[in-house]
Nanobody, 125 residues
Framework: QVQLVESGGGLVQAGGSLRLSCAAS????????MGWFRQAPGKDREFVAA????????RYADSAKDRFTISRENAKNTAYLQMNSLKPEDTAVYYC??????????????????WGQGTQVTVSS
């Protein structure tokens, strides 16, 4: 079992940037894809970005393309989400997730077996 802890959320003005981190522990010896999802108040959880184990494959939601960048450092068991040009509609709780033994970059939440507790991102206008 992989345990995940997110950090880096906070309050930022529109147009600003934040970098989220997701530290994995536990059974990190196996390969796993990583993903970021978010959930705004009153809305369903939605996919943001995903990255394969080797980082050779990434996938983004349309809302994240050209503004967000997902990356990972396997030696540190950590994934990142660099968010630039933030907008008020990016306000949400952001969750990282791990998909063990998945070699692509899945966008479907059902492919992920482990989830972090979430970190709040608030973008003021």
């Amino acid at each position: 079992q992989v345990q995940l802890v997110e950090s880096g959320g906070g309050l930022v003005q529109a147009g600003g940037s934040l970098r989220l981190s997701c530290a994995a522990s536990g059974r990190t010896s196996s390969t796993y894809a990583m993903g970021w999802f978010r959930q705004a108040p009153g809305k369903d959880r939605e996919f943001v970005a995903a990255i394969s184990w080797s980082a050779s494959n990434t996938r983004y939601a349309d809302s994240a393309k050209d503004r967000f960048t997902i990356s990972r450092e396997n030696a540190k068991n950590t994934a990142y989400l660099q968010m630039n040009s933030l907008k008020p509609e990016d306000t949400a709780v952001y969750y990282c997730a791990a998909a063990p033994r998945y070699y692509g970059a899945p966008y479907n939440a059902n492919d992920y077996a482990a989830w972090g507790q979430g970190t709040q991102v608030t973008v003021s206008s």
